[in-house]
């Protein structure tokens, strides 16, 4: 099985940020041959005038095409392109993007609905406090931070050691692709959203609603490295830079 193989239905096209469409111009440049391995990219300046947009959104872009595994930067000469495409199974430290996909879905899951059932009061304030932060922190690495922490919260939350032992176990494989997802995909306002609906079903202690509530987390987080390894969901006018 592969991500492309999921069952996760392809999202109705939306509009994108100015920084995901000049990424995804890039990346799809960069497929077609029109800047090959070894080529340099124009520079921050040319591609800001090319795409209309300001420096720093062609920066972040850039920054993404390298997290992508497509190019590297080299301090005073530019960015060059290493690939033509990005990997099929992108790798998160020692877990590739199919190993967590299947295994949260198997722990995850059903882990939500037992901490529904168990959690105490003390493991409840815990998972608020967390999500609050979320919702305010603006700094990335915090945000990937507390997002980690959230998830092993929960597993603690289900009294059973053993799925906490399982999270804890790829946690910084959870935060490197939190990182990723949200470099690439824009996923953390919505991953707050997320997170607080999850948080919401395990305060009701409903095991229904808690289990459904990450199931659509995880469908999300799915269907989101799908989108960035697999390009091609929207057209050149759906995906137009707009400053």
């Given at each position: 099985m592969n991500l492309s193989d999921s069952r996760v239905?392809?999202?109705?096209?939306?509009?994108?940020?100015?920084?995901?469409?000049?990424?995804?111009?890039?990346?799809?440049?960069?497929?077609?041959?029109?800047?090959?391995?070894?080529?340099r990219l124009p520079s921050e300046a040319?591609?800001?005038?090319?795409?209309?947009?300001?420096?720093?959104?062609?920066?972040?872009?850039?920054?993404?095409?390298?997290?992508?595994?497509?190019?590297?930067?080299?301090?005073?000469?530019?960015?060059?392109?290493t690939a033509d495409g990005p990997p099929e199974n992108p790798t998160f430290g020692q877990y590739s993007a199919q190993d967590l996909v299947e295994v949260r879905r198997h722990v995850e899951v059903p882990v939500a609905g037992f901490a529904a059932r168990r959690r105490g009061e003390d493991e409840l304030?815990?998972?608020?406090?967390?999500?609050?932060?979320?919702?305010?922190?603006?700094?990335e690495p915090a945000w990937v931070a507390l997002d980690s922490q959230f998830h092993v919260a929960i597993a603690r939350a289900s009294g059973n050691p053993v799925f906490a032992k399982v999270i804890e176990e790829i946690r910084d494989a959870l935060a490197r692709q939190s990182a990723f997802l949200n470099r690439l995909g824009d996923r953390r306002a919505e991953s707050n959203v997320e997170h607080r609906r999850i948080l919401d079903a395990i305060a009701d202690g409903s095991e229904t609603a808690a289990v459904a509530a990450m199931t659509t987390h995880l469908d999300h987080v799915e269907q989101t490295l799908i989108t960035i390894v697999w390009?091609?969901?929207?057209?050149?006018?759906?995906?137009r830079p707009t400053a």
């Open positions: 239905a392809v999202p109705v096209p939306r509009r994108v940020s100015a920084r995901e469409a000049v990424l995804t111009h890039l990346r799809d440049a960069i497929g077609r041959g029109d800047y090959a391995v070894g080529d040319s591609l800001s005038r090319e795409y209309q947009v300001s420096r720093s959104v062609v920066r972040e872009a850039l920054r993404g095409l390298q997290a992508l595994g497509l190019t590297v930067s080299r301090t005073g000469r530019g960015t060059f392109v304030a815990l998972l608020t406090a967390l999500v609050e932060r979320m919702d305010t922190e603006t700094r390009s091609g969901r929207t057209s050149d006018a759906e995906t």
